[in-house]
């Protein structure tokens, strides 16, 4: 079984430039989630997706940041314009019906 | 407010000691609690988890943990530890919306 697919990898920007990353999550898995992981610190969960409709969003800046689900199956999330406290591992999780959550490997942005 | 803290940034353990790494939650029911290892440069994998039932939890690579609901805690245990644990762990709390909140991590460094 194929894992949670994201890229780029690696993105280097400069602030007030804008940047898309991508998620493909494994086959099946209906809720897909974006995590915003700061250096030193735990994932902190920026959106929550059940199928192509949002279950939380709550701590998505939603004035420089959006995500979308188009299909119910990949997503992308984007951010614009880029702030230096965005610098962080951007990692993609997708979860089945057994609450299980299964993690890409992440992209790192550094913004400079 | 709902949250998960694990009270130590870094631990060091000789190869073949005992491993315990503490968990504390904060949660308005008994949560699904889950423990994760990240490796550098990597995404998050799942070690084990607690829904409900027995208070002892099996895991992979050797761990497990025990959900303590008088002291709200999930501490991860491995009675031996090897050179290739060394990475950093996180316990995180959800419910039943699957949206996790983790902990900041414990960093594990392995003495040879």
Same mark, same amino acid.
């Given at each position: 079984e194929a894992g949670v697919a994201q890229s780029p990898r690696y993105k280097i920007i400069e602030k007030r430039q804008s940047v898309a990353f991508w998620c493909n999550p494994i086959s099946g898995h209906a809720t897909l989630y974006w995590y915003q992981q700061i250096l030193g610190q735990g994932p902190k969960l920026l959106i929550q997706f059940q199928n192509n409709g949002v279950? +939380? +969003? $709550?701590? =998505? #800046?939603?004035d420089r940041f959006s995500a979308e689900r188009l299909k119910g199956v990949d997503s992308t999330l984007k951010i614009q #314009?880029?702030? =230096?406290?965005? $610098?962080a591992v951007y990692l993609c999780a997708s979860s089945g019906h057994n609450y299980e959550q299964y993690f890409g490997p992440g992209t790192r942005l550094t913004v400079t | 407010a709902q949250s998960v803290t694990q009270p130590d940034i870094h631990i060091t353990v000789s190869e073949g000691a005992s491993l315990e790494l503490r968990c504390n939650y904060s949660y308005g029911a008994t949560p699904y609690l889950f423990w994760y290892v990240q490796s550098p440069g990597q995404g998050l994998q799942l070690l084990l988890k607690y829904f409900?039932?027995?208070?002892l939890v099996q895991g992979i690579k050797g761990f497990e943990a025990e959900f303590k609901r008088s002291q709200s805690s999930f501490n991860l245990r491995k009675p031996s530890v090897h050179w290739s644990d060394a990475a950093e762990y996180f316990c995180a709390a959800g419910g039943s919306q699957g949206n996790l909140i983790f902990g900041k991590g414990t960093k594990l460094s392995v003495k040879p």
């Open positions: 279950v +939380d +969003d $709550s701590q =998505l #800046p939603k #314009p880029a702030k =230096l406290e965005d $610098s | 409900s039932g027995d208070t």
